[in-house]
């Protein structure tokens, strides 16, 4: 009789660890990929630099999705692809997983300079270039900004993930006591290339370029620590908010639903 009573328990409890896992294992993840103002360095905040992808999670609830910050500091869309990040970010993808994806700051770079070899050509068309790489010392094509985005977006797709295209955040750039924007760049590139994929939208520029503008120039100064670009704490979970509430106004977006309800 204790001996049933006891077996009964042990099996309930294997039943219940073996659910547990499975429902973890079932449970979508949330890949974010970008470059240094997703995540800076190693995403420990060393001298108090911060991505927005390092908060980002806290707005999710993390009991029905994962979050994985895959962002590197330093790439483009063009290198965060030729240096494998990419492909290790595409072979755990499962149908049900979300790909948040932010580039632009580091693609205006040098083509094929010795520093990092990691620009694209400007806009969303078809065109390409061959170069020799200084850095890999290889042969190289290298596409256009818009092409490398509707890469990650087609990839994402075939393995039956959702993806959402935010445009990059606003460096701390100023004219006439307005941040500058990046409609005419980099933003309405990515906004170009989310609308023909049919894929999600996240205007990150405008939506932390409105409130830049009212908070105005010495108050946001003061949220970029060493220069115009990288975050610190405050900044990024700025970023982040805007991230969320950029999420928020997609009504049928899937993601939007992890969200947690405030």
Known sequence: MYYRKYFGLAMLAILSVSTAFTVLQNK???YVIGDSTVKNGSGKGL???WGWGDFIGGYFDQDKIRIENRA????SSRTFISKGLWDSVLVKLKPGDFVMMQFGHNDGSPLDDTAR???TIKGTGQESKEIYNPITKKQE???AYGWYLRKFISDAKAK???TIVCSPIPRSDWKDGKVLRAENGYAGWAEEVAKTENTWFVDLNKITADKYDKLGEAAVKAYFPGDHTHTNTEGAKINAASVAEGLQLLKKCPLRSYLIKK
Not at 72 to 75: A, M, N, R, V, Y
Request: glycine letters at 22%.
């Open 28 to 30: 979508p993840t949330l």
């Open 47 to 49: 001298n108090n630099m």
């Open 72 to 75: 590197l500091g330093g790439t």
């Open 117 to 119: 070899a990691r620009g």
């Open 141 to 143: 094509v290298v596409y």
């Open 160 to 162: 039956g993930a959702t």
